[in-house]
């Protein structure tokens, strides 16, 4: 099935450090969404972007939606060890509504 | 305010077997997506209903159907099981129409063996 390319697949970081991830596609999006999920859990969405050069924060988290409408990415400043988890990127396609993700970005933490 | 609750939340089933999934959407949703995520990827789009009706469907093989009920409560179903089907199944909701918005379940961990 259609995914979005999303990278890096994994990083482990020392508390305190920033974290950015990145997603691309080959198609444009309206609509730009990351996710968080935890084990046992479904995704829990961070940050909606709806416009092509937004740049929007939630807290530690900041996004930006390229202008190009193709790619998008994540920051998160000064991690901690409960922002353990995968990270999902996903593009929403707007005839639809339906949601492609990225394979995901699994974040580790040390404290 | 209770969000999307899926059940049950694991299964083994035989290859062969048919299976059942039903989910509960957020309250005050109407649309019900089912989306299946296979190990260390992300979620797929299997299919989305509103008004009891299936809207859109992603790239999957008739053995997968469901059905949405009057109170918008939904069934995935999926009959002759392959080893390939097994997955972490997730139910999302939301309002058809919203900008965003949907609220994901924690999903059934289906096992076929």
Known sequence: GQQLNQSPQSMFIQEGEDVSMNCTSSSIF??????????????????????????????????????????????????????????????????TGKLIFGQGTTLQVKP | DAGVTQSPTHLIKTRGQQVTLRCSPKSGHDTVS??????????????????????????????????????????????????????????????????YGYTFGSGTRLTVV
């Open chain 1, 30 to 95: 309206n609509t730009w969404l990351w996710y968080k999920q935890e084990p046992g859990e479904g995704p829990v969405l961070l940050i909606a972007l709806y416009k092509a050069g937004e740049l929007t924060s939630n807290g530690r988290l900041t996004a930006q939606f390229g202008i190009t409408r193709k790619d998008s990415f994540l920051n998160i400043s000064a991690s901690i060890p409960s922002d353990v988890g995968i990270y999902f990127c996903a593009g929403q396609e707007s005839n």
């Open chain 2, 34 to 99: 089912w989306y299946q995520q296979a190990l260390g990827q992300g979620p797929q789009f299997i299919f989305q209903y509103y008004e009891e009706e299936e809207r859109q469907r992603g790239n999957f093989p008739d053995r997968f159907s469901g059905h949405q009920f009057p109170n918008y409560s939904s069934e995935l179903n999926v009959n002759a099981l392959l080893l390939g089907d097994s997955a972490l199944y997730l139910c999302a909701s939301s309002s058809l129409g919203a900008d």
